[in-house]
């Protein structure tokens, strides 16, 4: 689904370029103009990106496509993300009457599963915020998973429930609250795959 929604970016980007080459000659975009866009790389660079880190470089575009082309764009681009309160910022800019019903629904689903993922990290990350577990904390994380599980029965699910909340609050544009909950969950797991991820997330998130 990632790869169609940047498929269409790229294609639309490609058409509006072909749109605006054909208007009437008074409205002809500007030399200046047609340079910047026939050395645009954006489309180029567009399937090598995570989208929250593309959202930065189509706002950067307003000197060389038309508001409406990069607030159609941006949508298309996060409407599978989590970022319900941008999709309404955006969708009033393109259209103004009532939210799509899908993204209603995803409102919905997303408050319950924040709820779920809240409840579900609550134990671990007050046992964390605790002084004397911070002390006892060191470099050697199989004891300290040891320490967590005998002493406040911290588990390896709780663990990497750390590691699902992180992933949702990024998915959720919390970039900041992301960060801490990846960081955490690197302190702490022994799944080196996980740990690739998490550090790749956290950088994004930075």
Sequence with gaps: RSVEILNWVRSNFRGHRAR????PD????????????????????????????????LESLGDIYDE?????LTYELFKDTNMTNFLEEQWKKLDGGSLPADIVAKKEQKEKEFANLN???????????????????????NLNREYLEQN???TEEDIDRLYEFGQFQYNS????????????????????????????????CE
């Design 173 to 204: 544009g919390d970039y900041v609250m992301a960060s801490d909950l990846l960081s955490n969950f690197r302190a702490l797991t022994t799944n080196s795959e996980k740990v690739l991820n998490a550090t790749w997330g956290k950088l994004a």
């Design 26 to 57: 008074a409205e002809e975009p500007s030399e200046e103009l047609e340079i910047a866009r026939q050395y645009d790389l954006v489309q180029k660079m567009i399937p090598f990106f995570d989208r929250h880190l593309l959202y930065p470089i």
């Design 119 to 141: 409840e579900a990290t609550k134990k671990v990350l007050d046992v964390l915020r605790q002084q004397d577990v911070q002390e006892h904390l060191g470099q050697d994380k």
């Design 20 to 23: 605006t080459s054909r208007l």
């Design 68 to 72: 409406k082309t990069i607030t159609k």
């Design 152 to 154: 406040h029965g911290i």
